[in-house]
């Protein structure tokens, strides 16, 4: 009985042993039968330093330089419109005529009046003269002269008030005033914009501050005209900075002579600050940005270092994909990144120029992967990019 359990425990070991090296020698045919790992395509550029001028950016407002609601200051019932909507006006032009014939009619009144009074102090003042009458009837008529005056002048003041002029020149709004409409006082009839020149209002973070002043030059740009560069000044920075975001507004005046900007309109703003300087940039894509810091790869032709023993050699020799001397590699490197200008950024610290950088195609990288350069479709690199609709 005993032999036999024994006879029967070999035949059951033999059999997991003979299992055991089937599976291995599948497992080995498996892995020599799969392909090896080859050379990635990757593009390339070559890092170099560009003059480039330091720039402010920001998103502004376009804002008349002097705007206003022309409305009336007494009510009355529109007799004649004397503009047409959206043309351009002089300072003083006539815009509409409020019926004003009872306040005429009672300023004629009230002239007469003064006149009256006026002739009663000449005859009194004869009188004086061959001791008539007294000096108090005299002070008496020169009030009374006096306050009938003001009230003529004053309804003078009210007659005015119905003719309604443009306050400056400008260009007008649409109105939706016609004549026999009657107006409230403060009812607006028409807006009134001077756009040329015009101002664009914007805020650029209080630590950017130092480095802006009036005077500059800026450009402008907007949808609206994306063909159209606007060249403007700086003008008025603000007294203060707003305590809940920490920014400063900032005026600059921009030639309008088309009228092509009208307040309203937003623009994105690039103030010029300090003089032009040098930086090593790469296009945007080439860096790749992680919570440890920015990296890149750099091109390298590979060199095998010497093996210390016989088994380095052969575990070097066995590794598939393993490069070979001469070989283009990467090699990850950490850069700082400085200002971007379009597609670009600028590199301060981490790269020398003439070294060639991985700009797409680093998600298949690491230390030592081999590469083939394909540079038939390059990333953008464009200070100054026009995205365009396709």
């Known amino acids: 009985m005993t032999k036999r359990m024994l006879i029967m425990l070999g035949g059951v070991v033999l059999l997991i042993a003979l299992l055991a090296l089937g599976f ?10 799969a392909p090896k790992p080859g050379a990635q395509s990757v593009s390339v550029a070559t890092i170099k330093a560009i003059e480039w001028q330091p720039q402010l950016s920001s998103v502004g407002t376009m804002v008349a330089v002097r705007g206003v ?23 003083g032009q006539l815009l509409v005529q409020l019926n004003a ?15 009256l009074a006026a002739s009663v102090l000449a005859r009194d003042k004869q009188q004086l003269a061959v001791q008539a009458i007294s000096q108090a009837q005299i002070d008496n008529d020169l009030a009374d002269l006096k306050s009938k005056q003001a009230l003529a002048a004053q309804q003078s ?23 026999g409409q009657y107006v409230n006082p403060g009812e607006k009839i028409v807006t009134l914009q001077t ?8 805020f650029i973070p209080q630590k950017q501050l130092s480095g802006l002043m009036t005077g500059q030059t800026l450009n402008l740009t907007n949808d609206a005209y994306a063909d159209t560069a606007f060249v403007g000044k700086v003008t008025a920075i603000s007294s203060k900075v707003d305590p809940a975001t920490r920014n400063v507004q900032v005026e600059a005046t921009v ?8 307040p309203g309109m937003f623009a994105n703003v690039k103030v010029e600050i300090g003089g032009k300087k040098s930086y090593l940039t790469l296009p945007q894509t080439a860096i790749t940005y992680n919570p440890y810091g920015s990296t890149v790869f750099v091109v390298t032709s590979f060199k095998k270092p010497p093996a210390q023993n016989d088994v380095a050699k052969d575990a070097a020799k066995e590794a598939p994909g393993a490069p070979k001397d001469g070989d283009l590699v990467v090699q990850q490197v950490f850069v700082t990144t ?15 120029e003439g070294q060639r950088v991985v700009t797409s195609g680093q998600l298949k990288l690491k230390n030592n992967t081999v590469i ?9 690199d464009n200070p100054n990019p026009t995205p365009q609709e396709h």
């Open 255 to 262: 030639s309008n002579a088309k009228r092509q900007l009208l």
């Open 338 to 352: 400085g200002e971007t200008r379009g597609d670009q950024v600028a590199i301060l610290t981490g790269l020398k």
């Open 69 to 91: 609601d022309v409305s009336t200051e007494i009510a009355g019932l529109v007799r004649t419109v004397s503009f047409k909507s959206g043309e351009d006006v002089k300072a």
């Open 157 to 179: 003041a009210t007659v005015a008030k119905k003719t309604i002029r443009a306050p400056f020149a400008g260009k007008l709004g649409i109105t939706t005033i016609n004549p």
């Open 101 to 115: 014939d009872s306040d005429i009619a009672q300023l004629h009144a009230l002239e007469a009046n003064a006149e």
């Open 372 to 380: 083939v350069i394909n540079n038939k479709v390059e990333p953008l």
């Open 24 to 33: 291995f020698l599948h497992i080995r045919k498996l892995i020599a039968s």
């Open 195 to 202: 756009i040329d020149p015009i101002y664009v209002d914007f």
